[in-house]
């Protein structure tokens, strides 16, 4: 019978698959890069490191000792950010990189906050330096790194996690105060634990500071209907409505702000939706005004550093597409920090190369990039000469404009027409 | 049909060795006695010596998540083909039984080797009381439920932000020992395969595959049916917090994300590539399923999407599986005879 | 007011979502699994069509409605046809099915949040003090219309009238010449352009995306399990129910519990009342 045929073909071939052995050449430095491919936190990353790793194989590779090396890249999907997926997945995509693909450093993932955190103790374990870049915003990270050090010391995180960016967001609520006397917010948070988190602490911080909070609402993941929410904002006069959600729906959640008129500025924080180019065309125009934090420098047009816009536009050029999500400049970085240290150390040594990590001190796409020698989390800072810039943009006639800090900003906050009296 | 005058038909009956092997006279000779102990024995000693002979520490891994899968697919094929009762929640049991074996591990501060079985006989019982008011229910509402109560906790744990929340919980104890990690869980799932074919030989597996058969009949012999299922999913459901609980120990980590759909589809699937109603084929399927969806993972997306057309045409077109083929084949012989 | 106006709003997009299922179920007892993915491969054929081959919008649209149909009639016809009557097989072909097409249009290259779906018309109105926009107005006209249109359909048309006898009973249908099969696929192929009308009205409101596909699919369920499976009046009541229910949660209680009303309203009916509020198959509730 035909299928008979066919179902004896597949097992005799899965029979071979199994007992070729994996090719692999012992030259390339292998990198491992455990992300979500199909979500804009996994490809945005996955295009940042072939960027790197192209103009980075193209100038002769990475110098260990006496001999030159290129990089490899080995990319696994681990759908994590899918909600039906089970978190061991993760787990075992970052175990076959290390087992079977023989990784020599973990680059990217694993991008959601819990499979970050799970593979923590499985990295100790192989003893392997991870550098995450995109995705997991938790505090938690860097914060387990600072109390285990021995244990966890061989992870680092190159783009700045959430109290950052509520940091970062303060700055901008308090000029907007002052500039238009801007008293009351509105917080609606995904229930995840880094937006739920960040959600909490922004609270507490406004009502330290003087601020109304007229609301704080939680939607699980997969809520279509934000109607609720946006007409108890517009009836308590909120003037300023802070989104931390990296879920699609998001977008019907700032169409249906445009279309309502509600008269408050829509300031989202990892608002996936809002970072990518195609929001503008996506939206009709409608997602003009909003403001998303990007997170670090160079995932929008600014001038940082004078590499900024030399990335930005070979990203451009590379890929027909403008730097897409929070994961593109810190990938880019994270492979060029990694090659320096692994010059200064000499060797592939994981505790040499920790060691050298730790001393980083080298002028990137986004600012000064150093490590806190506790946590291993990059230092940030407003000024590009100091440390890590982050990025808060303005979507404005068709453009991303960023808009803080101060110090790279190409323009200023502008209020809806219906906003302003 | 017929050639050169004759009639034939095509006949299916038992080999010789079959019959002979009956009963007690399977000890007449050695080459009985092997054909009956050949299958089991290879059984056994394949999946014993599997972690010896698999190459690198990835595919020691891949075996240890196939006997989760397999004591999984063990539970749902016992539920669904001896009791009548389809269960499409496998989350549902290894959600409930990593919990408790994380909470018990971290709070109490129990080593693994008592939390595993303690974790497996509570989450036993919590699944059964959960399940309790659906069992006199009949056809597919069963399955529903048991779809339904993981994505339920899985939600109510994300909205009241108790048991470590969307974080999960952290630092759970792993086994003492590597192998002890690898063996336990193959000798779990060998345990429960003999132990359930022996269990559905006994008179209580017979009132349980009555009650699939014929409920009414078994009301009628003044026999409390609801007490039996809830001792039927109580056992499977035991089957599949041990899972759970040895997945997370294996992996340190217990989180929402151990209420995923995955666990629940990926049973089924085996069960039914695996042949259903052999307790083997579900294990044998999930020895072939888990390590092809690994080595398919190359493909990125494309790895679901072929995953998901096998299944579609195994139960389609060979609904019955590959242990019910093979076994067929084993037992019985095909010829032609003439009429 | 806006909760009246909002409930009704969500009550009426679950009741889209729920529809097709209902139907598929009612007449041919097949639990369509495959629902999710059919909506939202229907958004993708009509962003294609508009992007890509540059058609006018109500082209796109009839195009995807009239894809989708044909692909659920060739689904059915080719392999659901083979496991009838089975229902744990039909669920998990279907269920195959559906995550073959969803993980098949991810790997296309359908994934991120910028593919979107113009609104028919755009603007907002004021009802009441409330601000209401034009696309969610149509929701509501046109869904109200399209249930209409169905009664109608079923209680005046041959083929209606076909498919509600195959729906009381196939024995009885076939012995006076309905061919079954025939019905089924055409059941199959209505249910599949009911996906496809839900995608294109409930779409614009936001973005499409592969992982709505298992959202729907939930809601479905739980929809037709609250209104009873195989009761079409059932499933608006219940879609009603739960949608108002929705809402008065996210006003009073807090927004995250939202989708925790919908599974706990399932659970409460299986124990409570299992054949669902207006149920046919009373043989559900019968308790061994």
């Keep these: ?421 | 049909m017929s050639t050169e005058g004759r009639q034939q038909r095509r006949e299916r009956i038992d080999r010789g060795i079959k019959v002979r092997t009956a009963g007690i006279y399977a000890l007449m000779s050695w080459r009985e006695m092997a054909y009956l102990l050949a299958p089991r024995l290879l059984l056994i000693v394949g999946l014993l010596v599997l972690p010896l002979v698999m190459p690198g520490m990835y595919w020691k891994r891949v075996i240890s998540i196939v006997c989760i899968y397999a004591l999984l697919a063990l539970s749902f094929d016992f539920l669904a083909h001896f009791v009548g009762l389809v269960s499409l929640g496998g989350a549902f049991f290894v959600g409930v039984g990593g919990y408790l074996s994380a909470v018990l591990n971290t709070k109490l501060g129990l080593p693994p080797l008592i939390c595993v079985p303690s974790a497996a006989l509570t989450g036993g019982v919590i699944c059964t009381l959960l399940l309790l008011p659906c069992l006199p229910l009949r056809g597919v509402y069963f399955a529903i439920v048991t779809l339904m109560y993981p994505l339920f906790l899985a939600r109510v744990i994300e909205a009241l932000d108790i048991l470590g929340g969307t974080d999960g919980i952290m630092g759970i104890d792993s086994f003492p020992n590597p192998r002890l990690e690898q063996y336990f869980v193959i000798a779990a799932v060998l345990v429960f395969l003999f132990g359930l074919r022996r269990l559905v030989n006994t008179d209580l597996g017979l009132v349980l595959r009555a009650v699939k058969d014929n409920d009414q009949a078994v009301k009628a012999s003044a026999m409390n049916i609801t007490r039996y299922k809830a001792l039927a999913v109580f056992i499977a459901s035991s089957i599949g917090c041990l899972a759970g609980a040895c997945l997370v120990h294996i992996y340190m980590w217990a989180g929402i994300s151990t209420f995923a759909l995955d666990f629940s589809v990926l049973p089924i699937a085996a069960t039914v590539i695996g042949g259903s109603g052999t307790l083997v084929g579900p294990v044998i399927g999930c020895l072939i399923l888990v390590p092809v969806s690994e080595l398919l993972r190359d493909f990125g997306t494309l790895r679901i999407v072929f995953y998901s057309l096998i299944l579609l045409a195994f139960i389609v077109f060979r609904s019955e599986g590959l242990m019910i083929y093979g076994q067929r084949k084993y037992h019985q012989m095909e010829r032609w005879k003439v009429i | 007011m806006d909760i009246l106006i909002y409930g009704t709003i969500n009550s009426v997009a679950l009741a889209l979502y729920a529809l097709g299922f209902a139907l598929v179920y009612g007449i041919s007892r097949l639990p369509n699994f495959a629902h999710g993915a059919l909506y939202v491969l229907s958004g993708f054929i009509t962003w294609s069509a508009l992007n890509t081959l540059k058609l006018n919008y109500l082209l796109s649209i009839a195009l995807a409605m009239a894809a989708t149909a044909l692909i659920g009639s060739v689904i059915y016809r080719l392999f659901l046809i083979r496991v009838r009557g089975m229902e744990i097989s039909e669920i998990i072909a279907s269920y195959a099915i559906g995550l073959a097409i969803l993980e098949g249009l991810r790997w296309g290259g359908f994934k991120g949040m910028t593919y979107t779906l113009p609104p028919f018309i755009e603007g907002s109105l004021i009802i009441a003090g409330i601000s209401v926009d034009y696309q969610r107005l149509a929701v509501i006209v046109i869904g109200s219309a399209l249930v209409a249109a169905l009664w109608l359909f079923t209680h005046h048309t041959r083929i209606g009238l076909a498919l509600r006898g195959m729906a009381q009973d196939e024995r009885a249908a076939l012995m006076l010449g309905i061919d079954s099969d025939v019905m089924a696929v055409v059941a199959m192929g209505i249910g599949s352009m009911l996906a496809a009308f839900a995608a294109i009205l409930l779409l614009p409101l936001g973005n499409i995306v592969v992982e709505s596909g298992y959202n729907v699919l939930i809601l479905a369920i739980a929809v037709c399990i609250v209104g009873g499976l195989g009761s079409w009046i059932g499933a608006v009541l219940a879609a009603f129910l739960i949608g108002f229910a929705q809402i008065l949660t996210v006003v009073y209680l807090g927004s995250h519990f939202q989708m925790v009303v919908a599974l706990l309203a399932i659970i409460l009916t299986l124990i409570l009342k299992p054949s669902g509020l207006f149920g046919q198959q009373k043989e559900l509730e019968e308790r061994v």
């Design chain 1, 1 to 421: 019978m035909k299928t008979r045929g066919l179902c004896s073909v597949f097992l005799l071939l899965t029979v071979c698959l199994i007992f070729i052995p994996p090719v692999q050449a012992a030259q390339p430095i292998v990198l491992g890069c455990p992300l979500a491919t199909a979500f804009l936190y996994g490809w945005d990353a996955e295009r940042g490191f072939t960027l790197a790793v192209e103009e980075i194989n193209a100038a002769g590779g990475v110098s260990v000792g006496s001999e030159k090396r290129p990089f490899k890249m080995e990319v696994i999907d681990t759908r994590d950010l899918e909600p039906g997926v089970p978190v061991s997945e993760a787990l075992l995509a970052v175990e076959k990189l290390i087992l079977d693909k023989k990784a020599d450093f973990i680059l990217g993932g694993p991008v959601r906050s819990e499979a970050a955190l799970a593979a923590m103790p499985l990295l100790s374990k192989y003893k392997k330096v991870s550098i995450l870049t995109t995705g997991a915003l938790t505090p938690k990270y860097n914060d387990m790194v600072a109390e285990q050090y021995d244990k966890f010391k061989y992870c680092f995180r190159i783009h700045g996690e959430a109290k950052n960016l509520v940091g970062e967001i303060f700055a901008n609520f308090n000029e907007l105060k002052q500039k238009y006397g801007f008293n009351n917010l509105f917080i609606m948070a995904q229930d995840v634990s880094h937006a739920r988190g960040a959600a909490e602490l922004v609270k507490k911080l406004a009502t330290d500071k003087g601020w109304n909070v007229t609301g704080l609402e939680i939607y699980p993941t997969g809520a279509t209907d934000f109607s609720m929410g946006l007409l108890k904002a517009k009836d308590s006069k909120t003037q300023i409505i802070n989104i931390w959600m990296d879920m699609p729906e998001s977008s019907i959640l700032l169409k249906q702000w445009f279309d309502m008129k509600v008269p408050a500025l829509p300031f989202g924080s990892t608002l996936a939706a809002a970072e990518q180019p195609g929001f503008w065309k996506a939206t009709d125009g409608k997602g003009e005004y909003t403001l998303c934090n990007v997170v670090n420098a160079g995932n929008a047009p600014s001038n940082a550093t004078p590499w900024t816009m030399k990335f930005y536009d070979a990203y451009a050029k590379r890929w027909g597409v403008e730097p897409e999500g929070l994961g593109s400049s810190s990938s880019y970085m994270a492979v060029y920090v990694l090659k320096d240290a692994i010059e200064r150390a000499g060797s592939l040594d994981s505790d040499k190369v920790v060691a050298a990590l730790e001393k980083t001190d080298i002028m990137g796409v986004y600012g000064r990039l150093r490590f806190d020698p506790k946590g291993h989390q990059v230092i940030p800072s407003t000024d590009p000469k100091e440390g890590a810039v982050g990025s808060i943009l303005q979507w404005q006639a068709g453009k991303r404009v960023v808009v803080y800090p101060k110090s790279i900003a190409t323009g200023e906050i502008k209020l809806p027409p219906w906003m302003q009296k």
